[in-house]
């Protein structure tokens, strides 16, 4: 059994004096090619990471819910009576998470019972691998385990969302949580974020995916990031749509000539657009085994966050230029929502063991102070039971 897991046992039994019946995980995600498309019904190329929440559980008599993490401090107890009330301490707003799929789950009518959680995750929180939808998507198999229950894993993926956008209050959109519920493993996924069609594909043979934490963090639940949604419906509303996914970059130049758009809403726009084709054509080049043509669509997609969504920061524009620079690296981008947090290069094999410490070394040099994380991981499977 996995040290984690056996970790997560023992927390088990010493909280609640008892075994837990079952468990399960739900992998982070990093996302390839495809950023600030979810929201606008466009395309993203996600895979899950071999990083993930797992939650063991066990039912109780009761309609009781408490809740330990190894990675937080104390029992959250709370019951499974409508309005759930939320966190009053700011050390207690991780359970919110969980009381957040709880809130949803009842809403949705789902028939849950009291149970005992622990938690364990090894994602890194707010660095933009969706530690927060994988703990939704993990809280929602726990509690329907516990009730015996079952849902097709899409649809946890829209509950889990749900749970984010209303009971937490952030904004997301629905890539975090369809890639943790639905991912494949060794594969990374075309999604398509109106009809939530996922198109898996492997990665070309012989490159590695390797992401980069920056140590720069910057929360979701933020000013910039609703912004830039605004900014994106606004130019939607500007062009006759409702959603960006439906403009082409001709239609769009031809409302900047007719006067319809501003200067900002033109850069926010055109990345949408282009970065939805950039997508397509990135999962063609995954089809066609190109590695160097997906590494080259990596690097545009990047420079349109710079410079025309403008959601980088010194930080991931530093971390980009480092692993460029190095050999053996096809393409890097920021990934994630941006303003800091990772991102992800496509190294090929043979250089991945000199291009980890390396790119470390470098970004210290060039950012004192700052703390980075490199991992290599291979795409792991979707979310499910836990084997313990
Ligand atoms: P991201 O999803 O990019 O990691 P978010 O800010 O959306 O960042 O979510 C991070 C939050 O998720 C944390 O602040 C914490 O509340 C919660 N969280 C993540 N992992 C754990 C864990 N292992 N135990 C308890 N809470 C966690
Ligand atoms: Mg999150």
Known sequence: MPDRTAALLAAFEKSFNAKPEGAVRAPGRVNLIGEHTDYNHGFCLPMAIERDIRIAWRKRSDLMVRVVSLEQDGVVEFPLVTPIPHAKEKARKWADY??????????????????????????????????????????????LAAAG?????????????????????????????LSSACATQGQAMLMDCRTLRLTPAP????????????????????????????????????????HLRDVTMHGLWHAVALGRLDATAKRRCEHVVAEDGRTLAAFACLRAGDAVAFG???????????????????????????????????????????????????????????FVPELEKRYRAEFPGMVPAVYVTRAAAGAGPLKI
């Open 98 to 143: 969980v009381k957040g799929c709880a809130q949803i789950l009842i809403d949705a009518s789902v028939d849950l019972v009291g149970c005992d959680l622990a938690i364990t995750g090894d994602v890194p929180l707010g660095s933009g691998l969706s530690s927060s939808a994988a703990l939704e998507v993990a809280s929602m198999l726990a509690f």
């Open 149 to 177: 229950m079952k849902l097709p894993h899409e649809e946890i993926a829209k509950l889990a969302q749900k749970a984010e956008n209303t009971y937490v209050g952030t904004n997301c959109g629905i890539l975090d949580q």
């Open 203 to 242: 990665l070309p043979a012989g490159v590695s995916v390797v992401i980069a934490d920056t140590g720069k963090r910057r929360g979701l639940v933020d000013s910039a990031y609703n912004e830039r949604r605004a900014q994106c419906e606004a130019g939607a509303k500007a062009l006759g749509v409702l």
């Open 296 to 354: 080259e669509l990596m690097d545009q997609s990047h420079a349109d966050l710079r410079d025309k969504f403008e959601v980088t920061c010194a930080e991931l524009d530093g971390m980009v230029t480092i692993a460029r620079s190095l050999p053996g690296c096809l393409g890097s981008r920021m990934t994630g929502a941006g303003f800091g947090g990772c991102t992800v290069s496509l190294v090929k094999d043979e250089a991945v063991k000199a």
